[in-house]
């Protein structure tokens, strides 16, 4: 069964969506889950990917863009389509809408920023998960 947290941040940051994803990345990499970061667009994706390189000092995250030459080792993917098939453990989201895969995933963390435009759209999202029967389990950062 599908687990899906929903992360709210208190407060409008530069790249504070971003930031959260790496730092739950990083975590999960390191209870050797298979991550995929979904987002809404190639541009978005970019951003992820030079942030994971920078968001810690003295950390590193094994990960590839979406398309980028890829080798068996990487274990943590970003894109804005569906991942390979054994992408399965945890998706972090970053966009906008549920995703069609959503339910291969074991686990689902979607970030929401503290815009209420945003929280408007997570809002619709949760009722989608919670219409499904999923378990939805808010967090407030």
């Known amino acids: 069964m599908t687990r899906v947290d929903f992360y709210l941040l208190p407060a409008a940051e530069e790249n504070g969506k971003a930031l959260a994803a790496c730092r739950l990345a990083n975590k999960a990499y390191r209870l050797k889950h298979r991550v995929f970061i979904f ?4 541009d978005a994706s970019a951003s992820v990917d030079r942030l994971l390189w920078t968001f810690h000092p003295g950390s590193f995250v094994p990960h ?3 398309g980028d030459p890829a080798d068996a080792d990487f274990s943590v993917l970003i894109g804005h389509d569906e991942p390979p098939e054994e992408f399965h453990d945890v ?3 970053l966009a906008k809408d549920v995703p069609d895969f959503f339910d291969r995933f ?5 970030i929401v920023s503290a815009d ?3 929280r408007a759209g997570a809002r619709e999202r949760f009722r989608r998960y919670r219409d499904r029967g999923i378990d939805v389990q808010t967090h407030n950062l």
């Open 39 to 42: 987002t809404d667009g190639a």
């Open 64 to 66: 590839r863009v979406q």
């Open 91 to 93: 998706l972090i989201s």
């Open 106 to 110: 074991a686990r689902i963390a979607e």
């Open 116 to 118: 209420e435009t945003e």
